[in-house]
């Protein structure tokens, strides 16, 4: 499924960030969006990504408990882990995060327009 497009749609943008705070409080962890659409990515995956950096470091079974919760697909986590890119895993895994919250919102509303 492609979800760039829905990068661009702040009502799918505020849903995302909504479901990633609710997602994160859950686990202690709060997170702030300030409702910018330019900046929502960068605003969210620079908030995400020390929680996660800490969660790698301190405490990788409730990183794994967030994830599951989260549902982001275990292999592609796997990949980044044991084949890491030239950025930092705490931000490969944020995006992966903001990508799937995003993907399980227009899920839901390309859904429930159907019934």
């Known amino acids: 499924m492609n979800i760039t497009p829905y ?4 009502e ?3 849903a995302t960030a909504q479901q990633i705070k609710k ?3 859950l686990f202690g ?3 702030k969006f300030s409702g910018s659409e330019e900046n929502a990515y960068n605003e969210l995956l620079y908030q995400i990504s020390p929680f996660i950096s800490r969660l790698i470091e301190n ?3 409730k990183l794994l408990d967030l994830l599951y919760r989260i549902d982001v697909n275990e292999s592609k986590v796997s990949a980044l882990v044991i ?3 030239t ?3 705490a931000e490969a895994i944020s995006d992966l995060i903001i990508k799937r919250e995003l993907q399980k919102i227009v899920i839901r509303r390309n859904y429930s327009s159907l019934s």
């Not at 990068?7 to 702040?10: A, G, L, V």
């Open 7 to 10: 990068f661009n749609k702040i």
């Open 12 to 14: 799918y943008i505020n």
């Open 23 to 25: 997602d994160f409080d």
């Open 29 to 31: 962890m709060e997170i």
């Open 59 to 61: 405490n990788y079974k």
């Open 83 to 85: 084949n890491p890119s």
């Open 87 to 89: 950025g930092s895993l």
